[in-house]
């Protein structure tokens, strides 16, 4: 195999990578000329077909018999992915992150969504969680509905655990052990596990970021002006605190405070998931219809916006067009003027 050896060293694998991949079924068993017009003709297809060398390298690392696949068979298996509801470029995103997707039948994966279907989610839920992550096709059923039940012996429902695991699926590839040590992290921080459970229900996502990463936003928060009580408080009211750049919350405190609503940050913590361009263009607008914003009449400035633009006749775009927040202080100079 020497030729094989000297062309995948030029490609970009290291020794160690490339006796692995010549010890590796079917590979093994395949004649010197056989492997090397695999090796050469795969690496074309896949660079491309949209992946990068280190990309490839990166995929044999962890699937060493991609060179034993024929691209007929690799072709194959990205027309049975997109029969099943994907796009090509999700197939290649996908593959780089699992390329042993590339290793399994279609019987398995059809199998595999009908296993899921029963569990509770829809074909079209399923394609959606395998995009964020493809490696749920490689965990057993029985992994999935153990997973499932020792959520339920934390506190939550069946019904909660679906909807969680469909907007973040990655609550699958996490261990029991893991998640009990994050409540018990985030109790410690001024929690009740009752909290971290309604938490967690409204952002899952809260489990996969790290306790000094959390630490840091309470920390960061408390350097705008807010006691760690306040913080919690608010964490509570609006979980999706910890999701958002410190940058985008800071922003939007400064206007609060500009309009004299920042007491909005701590008693209606929820209504911060409006952007700062909406909610400064429907004040502008208000304002100029001469109406006076304030805490008795604030939450018009957060209608839906069916139930604003019925009630005002002007639609979420016309206002961000006629009152873009980047101009505020160019605005603000021609009122002075006037």
């Not at 973040?168 to 985030?186: G, R, V």
């Not at 909005?264 to 109406?291: C, H, N, P, W």
Request: proline content about 2%; aromatic content about 12%.
């Amino acid at each position: 195999m020497k030729e094989v050896r000297k062309y995948l060293q030029g490609f970009g694998f290291s020794d160690e990578n490339i006796t692995i991949i010549l010890k590796t079924y079917p590979i093994c068993d395949m004649s010197e000329d056989t492997l090397l017009d695999h090796c050469k003709k795969n690496n074309q297809w896949f660079l491309e077909s949209g992946y990068t060398k280190e990309e490839i390298i990166k995929m044999t690392k962890l699937l060493p018999q991609l060179y034993g696949y024929s691209i007929n068979n690799i072709k194959q298996k990205i027309d049975d992915f997109i029969e099943l509801g994907y796009t090509r470029e999700e197939i290649i995103k996908m593959t780089k992150l699992l390329p042993a997707l590339y290793g399994y039948s279609i019987d398995n994966l059809k199998q595999k969504i009908d296993d899921f279907i029963e569990l509770g989610y829809t074909k079209e839920e399923i394609i959606k969680m395998t995009k964020l992550l493809p490696q749920l096709y490689g965990y057993s059923i029985d992994n999935i509905k153990q997973k499932i039940d020792d959520f339920i012996e934390l506190g939550y429902t069946r019904e909660e655990i679906i909807k969680m695991t469909k907007s973040f699926p990655a609550l699958y590839s996490y261990s029991i052990d893991n998640i009990k040590q994050k409540i018990d992290d985030l109790t410690k921080l001024g929690y009740t596990k009752e909290e971290v459970i309604k938490m967690t229900k409204h952002l899952p996502s809260l489990y996969g970021y790290s306790i000094d990463n959390i630490k840091q936003k309470i920390d960061d928060l408390i350097e705008l002006g807010y006691t760690k009580e306040e913080v919690i408080k608010m964490t509570k009211l609006l979980p999706q605190l910890y999701s958002l750049g410190i940058d985008n919350i800071k922003q939007k405190i400064e206007y609060l405070r500009k309009i004299h609503l920042d007491f909005i940050v701590t008693e209606d913590t929820k209504k911060l998931m409006q952007s700062v361009d909406l909610t400064y263009a429907r004040y502008e607008f208000l304002t100029d219809q001469g109406k006076i914003i304030n805490i008795e009449n604030y939450r018009m400035l957060y209608y839906n916006n069916k139930t604003f633009t019925k009630q005002f006749g002007v639609t979420k775009q016309q206002l961000l067009t006629m009152y873009p927040y980047q101009e505020r202080e160019k605005r603000k100079e021609r009122r002075n003027v006037m």
